[in-house]
């Protein structure tokens, strides 16, 4: 089954605590990308990545990081997390052929709370 | 601003009224447009793409004006089912931009 897969789905921290999101898709897209959604803000892109190795900044990248090292994984770090990255946070996949039919495939999403 | 804007809503309905969601988008380069759905605590869906010419998929129907920047969506004959967060989306190069959404309620 086609599918984006994210981890952990909820999770509590504390704030410095380092933590990363998995996220994995097995649809060999080359496209992948995060993003965080906060009421009344909607989908905020965090990073994004064209293929293995090349990411890129989207709008809110501050106090994220990411890495593309294989087509399949995309995974989410924050390295001192802060309590204003309390958030619902989601992953996707696209392949560039598909552009056109604009299919993004999410992950069910990974809720996050930094106390 | 943003690149891409819808209608705040939320938008309240009886069952079987007609609905329209705007949208307009700033980057004239962005190509391609499309709607998604995502009900609460959901991922989005995708709903259909937007074609210059207009296009139809039963009940809804997605309109793009290119020289004014603008994406419309048309819901008929609204169902109870159809209560979600309505999110216009721009494709510029290879990368999704993504409007903050308007939410609809259908009501009974």
């Known amino acids: 089954e086609a599918q984006v897969t994210q981890n952990p789905r909820y999770l509590i921290t504390v704030t410095g605590k380092k933590l990363t999101v998995t996220c994995s898709q097995n649809m060999n897209h080359e496209y992948m990308s995060w993003y965080r959604q906060d009421p009344g803000l909607g989908l905020r892109q965090i990073y994004y990545s064209m293929n293995v190795e090349v990411t890129d900044k989207g709008d809110v990248p501050e106090g994220y990081k990411v890495s593309r090292k294989e087509k399949r994984n995309f995974p989410l770090i924050l390295e001192s997390p802060s309590p204003n990255q309390t958030s619902l946070y989601f992953c996707?996949?696209?392949?560039?052929?598909?552009?056109?039919?604009?299919?993004?495939?999410f992950g069910e999403g990974s809720r996050l709370t930094v106390l | 601003r943003k690149e891409v804007e819808q209608d705040p809503g939320p938008f309240n309905v009886p069952e079987g009224a007609t609905v329209a969601f705007n949208c307009t988008y700033s980057?004239?380069?962005?190509?391609?447009f499309f709607w998604y759905r995502q009900d609460c605590r959901k991922e989005p869906k995708l709903l259909m793409s937007v074609y210059s010419s207009g296009n139809e998929d039963g009940r809804f129907t997605a309109q793009l004006n290119r020289a004014s920047q603008y994406i419309s969506l048309l819901i008929r004959d609204s169902k109870l089912s159809d209560s979600a967060t309505y999110l216009c989306v721009a494709l510029k190069g290879q990368n999704f931009v993504f409007g903050p959404g308007t939410r609809l309620s259908v009501l009974p």
């Open positions: 996707a996949s696209s392949a560039p052929g598909q552009g056109k039919t604009g299919e993004l495939f």
């Open positions: 980057n004239s380069a962005s190509q391609s």
